[in-house]
């Protein structure tokens, strides 16, 4: 996590009613019309049905009058980092939980899922020689969009889990009422979950030299997790080579990594009422995360999301499924990113494997001809989702890895460079992909089937994954020299 400094604070609007106008500092970067709470004026998917207005209003209200989670300093510095992705300088690794859960939020559970990010990292960074921009989907990835409002079980009805933020996944009427306490509950699981990440990534934790101890013990058992110790061997190797030419390892650069944090932006009022005005430009930020983004659900041009995320200065992201067109992918860099700052936006596909070539293609080459600036980044889970015959959702290794492979050829086509990759993990030994370097069978998705929304690659796949993925982009970076 970067480190907090004064420079970093984000002040609080004097105003904070949802209705207020920008303050009068704000810069003539503003997005034209805009204030925190102009996207009530739009139509808004995937909001609960809240029950209790009263009791939302007053949620609401507490979340205004609490410290930001992040601050613009920060958001600024990562949207720096993706410029330089933009450039062909850097790889962006976006990785973490499909949905949160306040019960799994432990200690033990976010060093667990940080030493995957970090493992992955290091083995892209090394084989590469690039460097890895860190992103993980945590901290704040406690809402999730639904197909239906409602689920039916044995003829009884009730409300769809939406994520930890909204509702109790349990099947009871009182569980999945929509509870407002549960925004303040998700602003303090982030709060802890993000004081502890600064605790690993600045207090020695992600020093290079512990990438022996990142291995966790099911890991290392696996082909992935011995070929991973052999690098790890080789950086230690580099390590002492380096301090024999009187190199200093012990500088911060060594022993600290910059980690950000992202989640969808999907309820609106909890994202309005964290987001601040900087105190040093004026501009306004969303400082529930580093990084937003607006799904394939969510992101209509003339919708609630991406009317909120156009006037925030974070750097964002827009999901890209098998329907979206060349023209709608013009039409949200325009809006998203009208003054085409490198950094600013980030276009990620989830198409599906086998249908790069005609899907993403064509916005690839439209967006790239049209001179958008944008970070170009694969999500290769979502387009590969599929139901077995209990019932089970999945996703196949080799599926995933197909669509990361296909994305890279599309880019190579093209001379373009492939930015990143977008991936839904954990650092718990579960069983909801099938197939990886242990060779999952379906028949053993029930063993650990953990999810409270969709399937996750292990730690032992995201670690294959890793080692697969650093092969293409060292292939990449070496076409692009």
């Known amino acids: 996590m970067p480190t907090q400094t004064l420079s970093d604070e984000a002040s609080s609007p004097s105003d904070p009613s949802r209705s207020a106008p920008p303050v009068e500092h704000t810069t003539a970067k503003q997005a034209a019309g805009w204030h925190p709470g102009s996207w009530a004026d739009r139509p808004a998917g995937q909001q609960p049905d809240w029950p209790d207005r009263a009791a939302l209003a007053a949620s609401l209200a507490e979340l205004r009058r609490r410290p930001p989670l992040v601050f613009a300093g920060e958001a600024r510095r990562l949207t720096e980092h993706l410029g330089r992705v933009c450039a062909g300088k850097a790889f962006v690794l976006q990785a973490g939980d499909c949905a949160e859960s306040f019960e ?195 992101r209509e041009l003339d919708g609630a999301h991406v009317e909120f995320l156009r006037g925030v200065h974070n750097p964002i992201g827009a999901k890209l499924g098998p329907t979206a067109t060349a023209g709608e992918a013009l039409a949200l860099c325009e809006a998203l990113n009208p003054n085409r700052v490198p950094g600013r936006l980030t276009l990620i596909s989830r198409v599906g494997a086998g249908k790069v070539a005609e899907c993403y293609g064509p916005i690839l080459r439209a967006v790239t001809d049209a001179g958008h600036p944008v970070v170009w980044q694969c999500d290769p889970m979502h387009g590969n989702t599929y139901s077995t015959e209990e019932g089970l959702k999945t996703r196949h290794f080799d599926a995933i890895l197909a669509e990361i492979r296909e994305y890279f050829a599309a880019h190579a086509a093209a001379g373009t460079w492939p930015g990143g990759i977008h991936l839904e993990i954990t650092g718990d030994a579960v069983t909801e992909c099938v197939g990886g370097g242990d060779e999952l069978a379906q028949e053993r998705l029930s063993d650990r089937y953990e999810t409270m929304c969709d399937p996750r690659l292990n730690a032992r796949q995201s670690l294959d994954l890793a080692f697969l993925a650093s092969e293409l982009l060292a292939s990449a970076r070496t076409g692009s020299s």
């Open 104 to 298: 799994l939020s432990t200690a033990d559970q976010i060093r667990d899922r940080l030493k995957v990010i970090l493992q992955m990292a290091v083995v892209m960074q090394y084989s590469a020689g690039l460097p890895i921009v860190k992103v993980g989907r945590i901290a704040g990835q406690f809402a999730k969009p639904r197909s239906s409002a409602t689920e039916t079980r044995n003829g009884q009805t009730l409300p769809v889990f939406r994520g930890h933020i909204v509702n109790d996944i349990a099947f009871e009427p009182a569980a999945r009422a929509p509870d407002p306490s549960r925004l303040l509950q998700a602003y303090g699981t982030a709060a802890a979950t993000l004081n502890l990440l600064r605790a690993f990534t600045r207090g020695g934790y992600a020093d290079l030299r512990q990438v022996h101890d990142w291995n966790q013990a099911f890991v290392a058992s696996s082909p992935a997790g011995r070929r991973y110790e052999l690098l790890a061997g080789g950086i230690d190797a580099a390590l002492r080579f380096m301090t024999a030419c009187g190199l200093d390892t012990d500088a911060s650069i060594m022993r600290q990594v910059e980690l950000y944090t992202s989640h969808e932006a999907l309820l609106l009022g909890y994202e309005e009422a964290l987001t601040r005005t900087d105190s040093i430009t004026g501009d306004w930020y969303d400082c529930s995360a580093h990084m937003l983004w607006v799904g394939e659900r969510t």
